[in-house]
């Protein structure tokens, strides 16, 4: 099946650095990508689409210049964790439509990160 | 969107069969059934889907309702792998964007 990678898989950050978490759809393109962010014993929550060659749409209280999303090619997105705090910690999770419209969702395994 | 309810968790022995149920009764009838599962520590993986017809394929079966209001995700013979979270989602063919409920935990006991 098709596959989509995350790196890193894990970093650790001091408090007001930004991070930059790579999604890449390996052996398909994505037009569109998708990021989650999931809090420990809880659900996937949806943060924002990722549209190759235009702004990403945010869902409602996700900040948008504090979550920065970048589309620039047909395999991957990016997500930059702006001026991160302790409450950014969290796992950030990517997907991405299967190849020749399928309905299935690929995700990838994840990025971890705390903020010191 | 149609929303789906299911049980918060499911305890089974492993070699033995699973049924994980769904409620859907607001399902329309261009929605899709899907399940996923997240094992610990990953990103969710997808199971199995189906419109009308019960589904099978490697890793587990579907079962619908003749009135589609219900589902069942049947693991046939669990493994202690199978211990994950398993979300039950309904989806038009045109939806991109999955919108996640708490799903079922499954334990299973050696």
């Known amino acids: 099946g098709a596959v989509v990678s995350q790196h890193p898989s894990r970093v650790i950050c001091k408090s007001g650095t930004s991070v930059k978490i790579e999604c890449r759809s390996l052996?398909?393109?994505?037009?569109?990508m998708f990021w989650y962010r999931q809090f420990p014993k809880q659900s996937l929550m949806l943060m924002a689409t990722?549209?190759?060659?235009?702004?990403?749409?945010?869902e409602q209280g996700v900040e948008k210049d504090k979550f920065l999303i970048n589309h620039a090619s047909l395999t991957l997105s990016t997500l930059t964790v702006t001026s991160a705090h302790p409450e950014d910690s969290s796992f950030y999770i990517c997907?991405?439509?299967?190849?020749?419209?399928?309905?299935?969702?690929?995700f990838g395994p994840g990025t971890r990160l705390t903020v010191l | 969107d149609a929303k789906t309810t299911q049980p918060n968790s499911m305890e089974s022995n492993e070699e033995e069969p699973v049924h994980l149920p769904c409620n859907h009764s607001?399902?329309?009838?261009?929605?899709?059934i899907h399940w996923y599962r997240q094992l610990p520590s990953q990103g969710p993986e997808y199971v199995i889907h189906?419109?009308?017809s019960n589904v099978n394929n490697r890793m587990a079966s579907l079962a619908i309702a003749e009135d589609r209001k219900s589902s069942t995700l049947i693991l046939h013979r669990a493994t202690l792998r199978d211990a994950a979270v398993y979300y039950c989602?309904?989806?038009?063919?045109?939806?991109?964007?999955?919108?996640f409920g708490k799903g079922t935990r499954l334990h299973i006991l050696p």
């Open positions: 189906g419109l009308t």
């Open positions: 989602i309904l989806l038009k063919p045109r939806d991109d964007k999955i919108i």
């Open positions: 607001t399902i329309s009838g261009t929605d899709y």
């Open positions: 997907s991405a439509r299967g190849p020749l419209h399928t309905d299935t969702q690929y």
């Open positions: 052996d398909f393109q994505a037009t569109t």
């Open positions: 990722s549209n190759e060659g235009s702004k990403a749409t945010y």
